[in-house]
């Protein structure tokens, strides 16, 4: 009995593990999501030293920044500068084939 109970636990954190990287692909392809994306390209905020403070147009935008610093496609390498990990966008978008 004890077995079956690792078993399924193991099961549980490998699906969780999956639909966690599945959210956070979803995140990156929702139009603020994107739009977010866009505006960090146009200022050219794409490296450690080219971050730039953020200022979002609407609380949608916020969010929508909120969760793609919380996984990783967003840096905040000093105090309120942010930029783009290109890398990282590229990785969550091929991991979870989504479209660029």
């Given at each position: 009995m004890f077995r079956h109970t690792e078993s399924l636990r193991e099961m549980t954190n490998?699906?969780?593990?999956r639909a966690h990287g599945f959210l956070a692909a979803l995140n990156?392809?929702?139009?603020p999501a994107h739009q977010v994306?866009?505006?960090f390209r146009e200022a050219g905020a794409?490296?450690?030293?080219?971050?730039q403070r953020f200022h979002p147009s609407s609380s949608i935008e916020q969010d929508a920044f909120e969760?793609?610093?919380r996984i990783?496609?967003?840096?905040?390498?000093?105090y309120a500068h942010?930029?783009?990990d290109e890398p990282a966008l590229a990785a969550v978008q091929?991991?979870?084939?989504?479209?660029?």
């Open positions: 490998a699906w969780a593990d990156t392809a929702s139009l994306i866009i505006k794409v490296t450690r030293h080219s971050a969760r793609l610093l990783g496609v967003i840096r905040q390498p000093s942010y930029y783009l091929r991991e979870h084939r989504l479209p660029e």
